[in-house]
């Protein structure tokens, strides 16, 4: 597949102003994002500035924060504990069971993740506001659509945020947390004020990068999820935002549906917003080490030995009926070596029915501490390099086509549950995954066929409250004994360093 | 044109800013015949892979460390002595030998967000010279690189180390033994998919 060539330079091009000072040998990781914004007096050195906006992004899809929040609290995604394995002072095992709290290493990191970025647009804004430049405007506007996506997955995981939109803020700010409708305000509002300076095009010169396109499907993701933020329903908001994105005839679905997470899949028909990783100009998708197995490294000679972690659940993987294409998605069965030779697990337990030879199996035999080493269908979906290094090429879809037609499908539902259009969507998703069409649409399906389709790719909690399943009892998880888990605790050491924060409530 | 611009850019950065003050410091290290290997926690330069792997696993089993930032690094959390907790993670380089020849570090305050003004990395960047200085004796040379911010470099011998504040939040610093030619970067082949 095509990679964009435009936005490889982009992104070199930061790399090269960071690492280049070769006449000194003062050459490595001296780029100081916060120095010299003097330099900035033309278009092309603001887009190069705009990058750093855009490289908080890369910690996304490794497993300090957002993925791990929004994947290890639903029922798609475990991290068992096997044995000193993944115990962490048991973070993992309270993100599945729903009993996590302030102290939590991925509640505070990924509060981080988010406040970082944010904090990187308003000081962009801040810098490119003094400077008069040919398409400052776009430029602005999309820092400000850039902003609204870390505000929306704010307004999704912490929901009482503070909004902060100035970069020089006096040094006694202290700010309070704003409500839960005003983010989502302040989200919708800073799209819909800016979406029309944004890009139409959707082509290289505007791939990994907040368009117009990206910012009208952050836009369907809010008005989708309006009820959970706000308690007020915005399906035809929804529907509207959806649709524009269908009918843009700009995007498809790919007849392969694992050619969306190839290692070459910049440029994929259904990429609406993506981070173009690199495992050198662009690390941090680290999903290989995440769920693969230590000698799993023999089957793609990576150069690092993984990690043994991330894995399914298997009432989730049996959820994909066994001609469902995307059920390749999972790692199951006898691994073997790149040459073919099955390989074994010296570190085998003895209590584990498969003996030594490597087989992944869908069954957990517990949450922790003594999972089995080899227990746990493993994330499969996203092709794994051979000779692959710990970070990933692949690129990571944040927003994808396949979604908008589903949000497109589901909003029509939710206005009208016998919609023929909604189903014909839907069934559009299953026919490319070769399952047969559903006859009729229900929350059940509707929801489960978002999760074949969406896996792995940080949706499914968002879409497991608005459907109104986070709270139900699954695998090794008791129902939860109140909703306030559905939004995570503020951070101790934010509320340590802020006397006008305040918790969540019940926490 | 656009790209032409943007190279044009790079390459502007890449080569400006020779500053003469650091290469005497510089020279005067490496002339001085004086080895540095000692870099912290007891991990020292031209120490391999597996004796890294060791230490790190006997430190973690005593509690003195544990796992980093996306398990990509080691972490080290500093809870005394600074205005915030601070946490440390590192992982070395290492020579196509399999020895350490350089470590990255970032440190943080734990506590950081944009408002907290006490907790940005001007403040850190303070405490974390005053840390490296308390940790090797060293005396860090401030240089003011055009249109590129400012770098603390010290120069022990053959070990280097350079602090800077990569952005808001993180304080950078990295120790480099400047006897060692660094690997060729894969960066040419990595770079296209």
Known sequence: MKKHIPLRLFFVTLLLAGFGQACTDLEEELYSSIDGDSFLSSEAELIAALGAAYTNLYPLAGNGNIYSLQEVTSDEIVVPTRGNDWNDGGNWRRLHLHTYGPEDDRIRDSWNFLFQGINTCNRLVFQFEKVEVENKAAILSELKALRALFYWWALDTYGRVPIITQFDVPADFAPPNNTRQEVYDFCINELESNIGNLSKSNDATTYGRMNYWAAKMLLAKLYLNSEVYTGKTEWPAARDAAKEIYESGLFDLEPDYFSNFAVNNGGSAEAILAIPYDKVFAPGFNLAQMTLHYGSQNTYNLQEQPWNGFCTLEEFYNSYEDNDARKGSFLVGQQFSSTGEPILDDGAEPTDPDGPPLNFTPEINELGPNALRQAGARIGKFEYELGGTQHMSNDFPIFRYADAVLMYAEALWRINPNDGQALMLVNMIRERAQVDPFAELTAENLLAERGRELFSEIHRRTDQIRFGTYNDAWWEKPADPSDHVNIFPIPQNQLDNNQNLTQNPNY | ?193
């Open chain 2, 1 to 193: 044109m656009k790209h032409l611009v943007i190279i044009a850019l790079a390459a502007a950065f890449a080569f400006s800013g020779c500053k003469s003050d650091y290469e005497r410091l510089l020279d005067a290290g490496l002339s001085s015949g004086v080895r540095q290997d000692s870099i912290f926690l007891g991990i020292t330069f031209g120490m391999s892979r597996k004796d890294f792997y060791s230490h790190c696993w006997e430190m973690n089993r005593d509690s003195i460390i544990r796992q980093g930032k996306d398990n990509t690094a080691v972490l080290y959390v500093i809870d005394k002595g600074m205005r915030d907790v601070v946490d440390m993670n590192f992982y070395p380089n290492f020579t196509a030998e399999g020895r350490i020849y350089e470590m990255p570090v970032t440190f943080e305050y734990r506590g950081w967000a944009p408002w907290n003004k006490e907790l940005q990395s001007d403040s850190l960047l303070v405490e974390v010279i005053g840390l490296l200085e308390q940790w090797h004796g060293s005396k860090f040379l401030r240089l003011e690189r055009a249109g590129r911010g400012i770098v603390h470099v010290a120069v022990d011998g053959n070990r280097r180390i350079l602090v800077h504040p990569q952005n808001e939040r993180f304080v950078r610093v990295l120790y480099t033994d400047m006897t060692v030619e660094p690997p060729k970067p894969a960066a040419a082949e990595a770079g296209e998919k």
